[in-house]
């Protein structure tokens, strides 16, 4: 019922009487009434004027866990959802049912008070502006291969930011940039045994509608609206990233990471141009490609070719 009135409210061209919406849907205009309600509750801003009925104002951006559930366009990922209003954060929220839930299960917040990057960074995840999001799965692959796992997830969410109408890439190995500034980071963690692994979660952030970012970071970080110009719906948002996640990692799982490779070097912003590794003996190099291993390939000044696998890069001239 409140699916299908949310539906009906999001169509109407202005206001939608009671009586009308009653017609329709074959229920009462108390039932009408409680549904309005139920959706407000959710936090959906509906106005109601007498003589006209109920409108859906424009500025409504809700994270339906029901909707993504009914929605998403996956065949076993994310069909069961949980949403948080707040939590520290998600992956922390993964960790706790990890165990004893079927793989797919995605834990969505609002806001994340304790969210975080790659080496220990903050990740600033403030309320109703971004998607914050971990996902618990279960591939039956050694640990070692699981590095290859942030990979596939960050060519998911570049193809999604794709998808939405925007020039998306990855920088190695899984940050998101919309014309060189980043929009979204991703962090995986895992639960193994010597040779097994227990679970595995992928935490992914994106900034979609955030408008202003603190003055060290407007250079560097971006949000999908400040590309575009316009806001996004997040549930459409999310919706994408995890159908196109799951094609991904069904390659993934039947054929190693040389089945999403190609694909991966063609979106990846590093290949063909020079960077700096970052490590106990830093140098510059060109970056030629990634491995079957989701390792950068690069050449050396002298000649020499390495394969960085924990290394951070950064990127020159872009």
């Avoid at 510059?284 to 390939?297: F, K």
Wanted: net charge negative; charged share 25%; with cysteine.
């Amino acid at each position: 019922m409140k699916e299908k009135l949310l539906e009906l409210l999001k169509k109407a061209d202005g206001y939608i009487s009671g009586e009308e919406i009653g017609d329709i849907l074959g229920v009462s205009r108390a039932a009408v009434w409680k549904g309005i309600n139920a959706l407000r509750k959710d936090g959906y801003v509906i106005e109601a004027a007498t003589n006209k009925g109920y409108m859906l104002k424009e500025e409504n951006d809700v994270i339906s866990a029901s909707w993504l559930e009914k929605n998403i366009e996956t065949k076993y990922l994310a069909k069961k959802v949980l949403f948080f209003e707040s939590t520290d954060s998600t992956n922390e929220e993964c960790k706790k049912i990890a165990a004893s839930c079927d793989e797919g299960v995605l834990v969505i917040a609002d806001e994340q008070t304790g969210g975080k990057g790659r080496l220990g960074r903050s990740w600033k995840s403030p309320k109703g502006s971004g998607v914050w999001m971990s996902m618990v799965l279960k591939p039956d692959i050694s640990p070692w291969a699981v590095s290859s796992v942030t990979l596939v997830a960050g060519l998911a969410v570049c193809m999604a930011i794709r998808e939405l109408g925007l020039n998306a890439s990855i920088k190695w190995p899984n940050d998101v940039y919309i014309d060189g500034r980043k929009t979204c980071g991703i962090l995986t963690e895992m639960s193994a045994q010597m040779e097994k692994v227990d679970y595995v979660i992928v935490g992914i952030g994106i900034n979609v509608n955030t408008e202003y970012f603190p003055e060290e970071l407007e250079n560097t970080a971006c949000s999908l609206y400040t590309e575009a110009g316009a806001k996004f719906e997040r549930n459409a948002v999310i919706s994408a990233v995890w159908k196109h996640f799951e094609r991904l990692y069904d390659s993934f799982k039947q054929g190693g990471f040389s089945s999403v490779k190609a694909e991966y070097e063609e979106n990846c912003i590093n290949i063909g141009k020079r960077v700096r590794v970052i490590s106990s003996e830093g140098y510059e190099a060109l970056a030629v490609g990634v491995n079957d291993n989701g390792e950068l390939l690069v050449e050396k000044d002298n000649g020499e070719s390495a394969a960085v696998f924990s290394g951070e890069v950064s990127i020159r001239n872009v």
